[in-house]
Structures are given as C-alpha cells and as structure tokens.
C-alpha cells in the first residue's frame, strides 16, 4: 500500500501519532522507550523525506488517499461506487496542512452536525471548566456554549456554508483567534469544516 514501505511497527507508530498522540504517548502505548520511537521517527521521516513529525505524516496520509484513489480506478465500471477518498481521511490531511502552518495550534474536524471527527492538537486549548475537546463532542461542548450566535459556533456555520471565516475570541479564549475553513468533497460540496485555534 502506498510508494513508502514502512514496517509493521513503524505503522503503528504513524496510526497512533495520527490518532493525536505524542510521542511520549507512544513510548508508553506501545512499551517502548521514547529514544526507540525517536528512532523509529528518524527511519520513517528517511523512507518517507519529511521534514519533522507532521510533515511526514501529511505525506504518508496524501501518499495513501492516492494509492486508494489508483486502485478504485482499476476497478472495472460496473463494480459499487466508493469514495476513493473517505471524510475521516480528507479531514486528517487537511488536519495536518493546516497544522503545519502553526506548530502552537490545535487544530480539528467537524462533521456538519457539528461532532468533532478527529483533532491534531500540539496545545490543547484552555479547559477552564468549560471545554471538552474529545472526538464525538460536539462544537458546542468544546466551547461551552449553548448559543449559535456564540462566535466561535457562529464561525464553524459560517464555515460549513462554505465561507473561510477568522475571529477573534474572548471569555476563556481570550487573546486567541479562530480559523475555520470549509471541507470540500471532489465535488466541491461542504462536507465538514476544520478549526484552527492558536495565538496571534
């Protein structure tokens, strides 16, 4: 499966770092040492030429979403209609480019009912008793709010109609910015957004 032949534990190492866990996470997870996960990083960042953490798994997430794509074109024509590439895997890698941009932000998904479907944080957000930020929340309990017009919940809409939006927002995320940008399907439909909270 996909031009970067890694080793059964490297692909561990790589489900578990997309899963959102640290590297010392891992050490632990899979009883290693972190100077082993370390070195497992070293040889999986030279099979696959990345540049840190999580520019390796960007490529390792884009190299796979092509290989499923190559392989439902060899299907033949009258074979079920699959989506080459699932909304759990176009979000991970709009995920982690995004992540890229800011190594202090968190970043998420969230399906257009609102859950957050995955999220890639290298600083969870403040908790202050009113945040909960787990895969199968919702965006408000992430925010504590119960109120659409709240501007964090009011940007993530805005996002799933299709418009980029950035704020500024106050209370227990006071000083920090939102960005969330739309998830388009290859049919340039929204499917989902992700957020983007850090530190100006």
């Not at 953490?53 to 997430?61: E, P, S």
């Not at 980029?164 to 998830?183: I, W, Y």
Request: include cysteine.
């Amino acid at each position: 499966m996909g031009q970067y032949a890694l080793s059964p534990r490297e692909d561990q190492i790589v489900a578990l770092a997309i899963d959102g866990l640290t590297n010392d996470a891992i050490a632990a997870t899979l009883r290693l040492s972190p100077g082993t996960v370390n070195t497992y990083w070293t040889r999986i960042r030279l099979k696959v030429g990345g540049v840190a953490r999580t520019d390796t798994v960007a490529k390792i997430i884009a190299d796979r979403s092509e290989d499923r794509k190559r392989n439902r074109a060899a299907l033949p024509a009258h074979f079920p209609n699959i989506d080459p590439l699932p909304h759990e895997l176009r979000a991970m890698l709009s995920l982690f480019q995004l992540a890229k941009e800011d190594a202090s932000s968190t970043v998420w998904a969230i399906e257009k009912d609102l859950t957050i479907q995955c999220i890639a944080a290298v600083r969870m957000p403040s908790q202050n008793g009113c945040a909960r930020w787990e895969v199968g929340k919702t965006i408000f309990e992430a925010f504590g709010s119960t109120s659409d017009k709240h501007p964090a919940i009011a940007a993530h809409l805005k996002a799933l109609n299709g418009k980029e939006t950035t704020v500024a927002l106050n209370g227990p995320f006071k000083g920090m910015s939102l960005r969330t940008v739309p998830l388009l399907d290859e049919e340039d439909k929204c499917i989902g957004c992700v957020g983007v909270l850090s530190k100006p």
